[in-house]
């Protein structure tokens, strides 16, 4: 795995994430509202220690449809708060009483009818709430707070996406080397992976050796868009746009095709990315396109406030952005539901080795 660059210098002060369900609070943020009408059903359900699928599978079941017809618009932690939308598609009139999957770890907030089918992805961003407790130096995270407010923190991929002791990579690597994987969904998250980790390399590299510099050649993003051009040269006019938030510095999403970005700042991606040649061809024949990504994430309507658990947290990321990547700057936390569930792995394999 690549070790990451902290913006800030990593932080002094200690702290816990997660130590129950309810202090990780997420809310899925729709761009659209339901139409009222359609043979797709949305459902706003709030789910407590329930992971994405099996909530899936549940509502596929009381709706008596194939799991197929049961969509959403983005995975969610299990230990968690989560505000999710699923859509479910019954062809006719039919209305199911959803109000009776209601208990204590599930509640359906809404449903209603939409003339769409709900697909992944399908989403403005997340609002974040989370408690940290036992922090050790609440001064300090509160001075990074601000600092984050104004110029926000790298972009990186959240450990989760690379599984547990990045083990999604090395299974990339097998299958890219010819070993079958069946499962269509676990080659698509594999491949993510290994892209994703490559993508953490080109910008731990750039913020390391070119903290607050723009070169040559930058592929800059449109804010709040996919679309791209190349800055051939910074001239004031860009640096004012980039200073506004209106563009973005960007990394690649590695795939087929020619590099977007151009002289000294294709110089430098090629560089870092020269120790994974092999990972790049494999990528490329996969089938995989070029794209970007932001270099920087900046939360939005961020709010802070110390407690007597500790202190409060809560801010928008926009859709494919994580939380753990806002937190890494902020202090040293230990996932304490992360710790049990590793704990609860090494006593089962100790059992299972007598």
């Known amino acids: 795995m690549v070790e990451l660059h902290y913006l800030y210098g990593k932080p002094a002060s200690r702290g816990n994430l997660r130590t129950v369900n309810e202090d990780f609070l997420v809310q899925e943020l729709l761009p659209f509202t339901p139409t009222g009408e359609g043979e797709h059903h949305l459902l706003h359900i709030r789910k407590r220690g329930l992971n994405t699928v099996a909530v899936a599978e549940l509502l596929a079941k009381f709706a008596g449809v194939h799991p197929k017809e049961v969509t959403f618009a983005g995975q969610k932690d299990k230990n968690a708060v989560t505000e999710q939308w699923f859509g479910v598609r019954i062809p006719g009139k039919e209305t199911p009483d959803w109000q009776q999957l209601n208990s204590d770890n599930l509640q359906i907030l809404s449903s209603q009818r939409h003339s769409k089918k709900l697909r992944i992805g399908a989403l403005t961003g997340n609002r974040f709430t989370l408690i940290l407790r036992d922090v050790t130096d609440v001064e300090e995270v509160l001075q990074r707070l601000e ?3 104004k110029q926000g923190v790298p972009n990186y991929f959240g450990e989760q996406r690379f599984g547990h002791h990045g083990g999604n990579i090395a299974k990339a690597r097998e299958m890219l080397a010819g070993k079958k994987v069946k499962d269509r969904n676990k080659r698509s998250l594999y491949l993510s992976a290994l892209r994703s980790m ?23 993003m449109l804010a709040g868009s996919n679309s791209f051009f190349v800055a051939e040269q910074w001239d004031e006019v860009l640096k004012n746009r980039l200073a506004a938030q209106d563009i973005q510095l960007s990394a690649p999403l590695w795939g087929r095709g020619r590099a977007l970005a151009t002289g000294e700042a294709l110089a430098f991606e090629s560089a870092v990315l020269a120790d994974y040649a092999a990972d790049l061809d494999a990528l490329e024949h996969a089938g995989l396109s070029q794209e970007r990504r932001p270099l920087m994430l900046c939360p939005q309507a961020m709010s802070w406030a110390v407690i007597p658990e500790g202190l409060r947290l809560s801010f928008v990321l926009p859709a494919g952005a994580y939380a753990t990547s806002v937190l890494r700057e902020v202090l040293d936390y230990t996932d304490v539901a992360d710790v049990h569930w590793q704990q609860a792995v090494a006593a089962r394999e100790a059992q299972q080795d007598r």
């Open 147 to 149: 600092q984050i407010r």
């Open 198 to 220: 490559l993508f953490n390399a080109v910008v731990a590299a750039r913020l390391q050796q070119h903290p607050g510099r723009l070169l040559p050649g930058d592929c800059v």
